[in-house]
């Protein structure tokens, strides 16, 4: 009994991700089309992109994979396709963290959210210079 639970959990997540996969690969055409169709040119698709940072002094050498880089009026910016109503919302704080990550990388304040549910591309700009502190 025990063993035959153990096979068919494993084989329905395997299911799982193929359609988490399948689904992942239908939007980012989905979103190929609604960035040419917003006057976008896509200059990069699933681009590597390497970075380093110190943790206790040490060089940590670590990769980001943009979905999109697109070029619109002379501006670059990353493009970021989600699917799904929780995951497509920059309120959801795994979503804002992965923009913000792009943005520092990449050096810019300026992404592109690409919702595939609704069919909607989200200028976000963070504010990533003048943030003040208050001391208390």
Same mark, same amino acid.
């Given at each position: 009994?025990?063993?035959?639970? +153990?096979?068919?959990? $494993?084989?329905?997540?395997?299911?799982?991700?193929?359609?988490?996969? /399948?689904? @992942?690969?239908?939007?980012? *055409?989905? @979103?190929? $089309?609604?960035? #040419?169709? &917003?006057? +976008?040119? =896509?200059?990069?698709?699933?681009?590597?992109? %390497?970075?380093? !940072?110190?943790?206790? &002094? $040490?060089? =940590?050498?670590?990769?980001?994979?943009?979905?999109?880089?697109?070029?619109?009026?002379?501006?670059? !910016?990353?493009?970021?396709? #989600? *699917?799904?109503?929780? @995951?497509?919302?920059?309120? %959801? /704080?795994?979503?804002?963290?992965?923009?913000?990550? +792009?943005?520092?990388?990449?050096?810019?304040?300026?992404?592109?959210? =690409?919702?595939?549910? $609704?069919?909607?591309? /989200? &200028?976000?700009?963070?504010?990533?210079?003048?943030? &003040?502190?208050?001391?208390?």
């Amino acid at each position: 009994g025990l063993f035959v639970f +153990y096979y068919l959990a $494993k084989f329905i997540r395997r299911l799982l991700l193929a359609w988490r996969f /399948s689904r @992942a690969r239908r939007g980012e *055409t989905q @979103a190929r $089309k609604l960035l #040419k169709k &917003h006057g +976008y040119r =896509i200059l990069a698709e699933q681009e590597e992109v %390497n970075f380093t !940072y110190l943790l206790d &002094h $040490k060089v =940590i050498r670590q990769k980001i994979v943009l979905d999109f880089r697109v070029e619109r009026d002379g501006q670059i !910016y990353v493009a970021e396709v #989600k *699917t799904g109503e929780v @995951a497509a919302d920059i309120r %959801n /704080s795994a979503t804002r963290r992965q923009l913000l990550e +792009y943005a520092v990388v990449t050096g810019t304040t300026e992404v592109l959210l =690409i919702d595939i549910e $609704k069919g909607k591309i /989200s &200028h976000i700009e963070f504010a990533l210079r003048g943030i &003040h502190f208050a001391h208390k």
